[in-house]
């Protein structure tokens, strides 16, 4: 079975540009979330879906930064404009919904915003 | 107060030997859970271990152990017969209350790299 799938896998860009990045969840989850990792401040969560409806979104930054998911079987996180201190890995997870259950991440996006 | 602490920034062990991983936690709730996933230098989050608050015995997957300590509020991960591929970036995460139906939210603590030599 086919895991969480993101891409890209790495996203160079310049300071100011829009950046958008994919998630697609392992089929039949009904939970999807958005992380960033940081040297400095570790794994955060961004923001999460249960049955693509955002239900917690304390963790977005700031403005700039935006998440949808129109369908169950597909999420982006945007940047707009990105800024060199939003360089990180980005990591999709998504999750069954059972208690045990773990969530299961994709390979994650690298990126860097020069 | 940070919900997941793992004091060990680093260790080294040998191979073959064992290690222990730990984790302290703070809430307040009754039901909960913890997991343990490892980040190996490829990047990716790999799930090892899951313990819930009610489960009366420690968690066991293959090599990988929890020692859960609930009094203590420590959930701490063994891992048995170090093995090369062993290196890596490992995280305990909590999901406090009991698991929803609109989702289930982790935070997770630092990590401890472990290093694992010849």
């Known amino acids: 079975d086919a895991g969480v799938i993101q891409s890209p896998r790495h996203e160079v860009t310049e300071m100011g540009q829009e950046v958008t990045l994919r998630c697609k969840p392992i089929?039949?989850?009904?939970?999807l979330f958005w992380y960033r990792q940081t040297m400095m401040r570790g794994l955060e969560l961004l923001i999460y879906?249960?049955?693509?409806?955002?239900?917690?979104d304390s963790g977005m930054p700031e403005d700039r930064f935006s998440a949808k998911m129109p369908n169950a079987s597909f999420s982006t996180l945007k940047i707009q404009p990105s800024e060199p201190r939003d360089s990180a890995v980005y990591f999709c997870?998504?999750?069954?919904?059972?208690?045990?259950?773990?969530?299961?991440f994709g390979p994650g996006t690298r990126l860097t915003v020069l | 107060a940070q919900k997941i602490t793992q004091t060990q920034p680093g260790m080294f062990v040998q191979e073959k030997e064992a290690v222990t991983l730990d984790c302290t936690y703070d809430?307040?709730?009754?039901?909960?859970?913890l997991f343990w996933y490892k980040q190996p230098s490829s990047g990716e989050m790999i799930f090892l271990i899951y313990?819930?608050?009610?489960?009366?015995q420690n968690a066991t997957e293959g090599r990988y152990s929890l020692n859960f300590q609930k009094a203590r509020k420590s959930a701490n991960l063994v891992i048995s017969a170090s093995q090369l591929g062993d290196s890596a970036m490992y995280f305990c995460?909590?999901?406090?209350?009991?698991?929803?139906?609109?989702?289930?939210?982790?935070?997770f603590g630092g990590g401890t790299r472990v290093l694992v030599k010849p």
């Open positions: 089929s039949g989850h009904n939970s």
């Open positions: 995460a909590m999901r406090e209350g009991r698991a929803k139906a609109a989702g289930n939210k982790l935070t």
């Open positions: 809430t307040s709730d009754q039901s909960y859970g």
């Open positions: 997870a998504s999750h069954l919904g059972l208690a045990e259950a773990p969530q299961y």
């Open positions: 313990q819930g608050s009610y489960d009366e």
């Open positions: 879906f249960n049955n693509n409806v955002p239900i917690d």
